[in-house]
C-alpha cells in the first residue's frame, strides 16, 4: 500500500537557521505532491505544489524539491523565524484525493 | 481572501445520536472532502466528492456516514449513530485545482 513517511515527529532549530524537512514515499509514484502548515487546532494551510516534471518550486522564504528517483520531497524554510514553528504536512495524491503524513513537528527556538 | 467556512466549531453528543456537520466551501470551487483528525494523529481521509455524487470514500466512512450537497453552497456529513471512537476534529475542504483549502474544523466529542 501507498506509504509516506516524514522524517522525525519533531525538529528543533536555531531562529535564522534553515530548517529542512523531508518526506519518503514508497510504492507509488505520485506526479505531484503539496505541503501543508497545520497550527493547533486548525486546519491544514496550503504551502505549495511541486510536479514531477519540477526539481524546485520555491515561495519566499520556502523551497521545495521533488526527487523522483530518490522518492523523496525536500521542505525548506530559510531564516527561519519563531512564528514558523508549526507541523509540516506532506501530502501526496490518491485517486481522487490527497493523503497526508503525521507531519513533522518545528519548533524554531529564540 | 475566500474561506471554507465551518459549523459548529464545537459539538457535544451522546453516544447513538445523529449529527449533522456543516461546511460552505470556496463558491467556485469543483471538489469537495472531508477529513478527520483524531487527537495526537494524523489527518485522515474520509470522502471526496464532485458533480454531486461521492468519488471516492476511504475505510472509516462506512454506513453510518453520508454527505449531502443539498443546495449550491452547503456541504454536509451526518453521522447517524455516533460512537465514542467518532470523536475527532472534522475538517472540510475544497478546491478547484491544486492546493485544497480546509476550514477551521468542527470537534467533535461523543460522550
Known amino acids: 500500500s501507498q506509504k509516506i513517511e516524514q522524517n522525525s515527529e519533531a525538529l528543533n532549530i536555531q531562529e535564522g537557521k534553515t530548517a529542512t524537512l523531508t518526506c519518503n514515499y514508497t510504492?507509488?509514484?505520485?506526479?505531484?505532491l503539496q505541503w501543508y502548515r497545520q497550527d493547533p487546532g486548525r486546519g491544514p494551510v496550503f504551502l505549495l505544489l511541486?510536479?514531477?516534471?519540477?526539481k524546485e518550486k520555491r515561495k519566499e522564504r520556502l523551497k521545495v524539491t521533488f526527487d523522483t528517483t530518490l522518492k523523496q520531497s525536500l521542505f525548506h524554510i530559510t531564516a527561519s523565524q519563531p512564528a514558523d514553528s508549526a507541523t509540516y504536512l506532506c501530502?501526496?495524491?490518491?485517486?481522487?484525493?490527497?493523503?497526508f503524513g503525521k507531519g513533522t513537528r518545528l519548533h524554531i527556538l529564540p | 481572501e475566500p474561506e471554507v467556512t465551518q459549523t459548529p466549531s464545537h459539538q457535544v453528543t451522546q453516544m447513538g445520536q445523529e449529527v449533522i456537520l456543516r461546511c460552505v466551501p470556496i463558491?467556485?470551487?469543483?471538489?469537495f472532502y472531508w477529513y478527520r483528525q483524531i487527537l495526537g494523529q494524523k489527518v485522515e481521509f474520509l470522502v471526496s466528492?464532485?458533480?454531486?455524487?461521492?468519488?471516492?470514500k476511504s475505510e472509516i466512512f462506512d454506513d453510518q456516514f453520508s454527505v449531502e450537497r443539498p443546495d449550491g453552497s452547503n456541504f454536509t456529513l451526518k453521522i447517524r449513530s455516533t460512537k465514542l471512537e467518532d470523536s475527532a476534529m472534522y475538517f472540510c475542504?475544497?478546491?478547484?485545482?491544486?492546493?485544497?483549502?480546509f476550514g477551521s474544523g468542527t470537534r467533535l466529542t461523543v460522550v
Open positions: 501530502a501526496p495524491p490518491g485517486d481522487d484525493k490527497i493523503i
Open positions: 511541486i510536479r514531477e516534471n519540477e
Open positions: 475542504a475544497s478546491t478547484r485545482t491544486g492546493g485544497y483549502t
Open positions: 510504492n507509488y509514484s505520485p506526479a505531484y
Open positions: 466528492f464532485y458533480n454531486n455524487e461521492i468519488s471516492e
Open positions: 463558491s467556485n470551487h469543483l471538489y
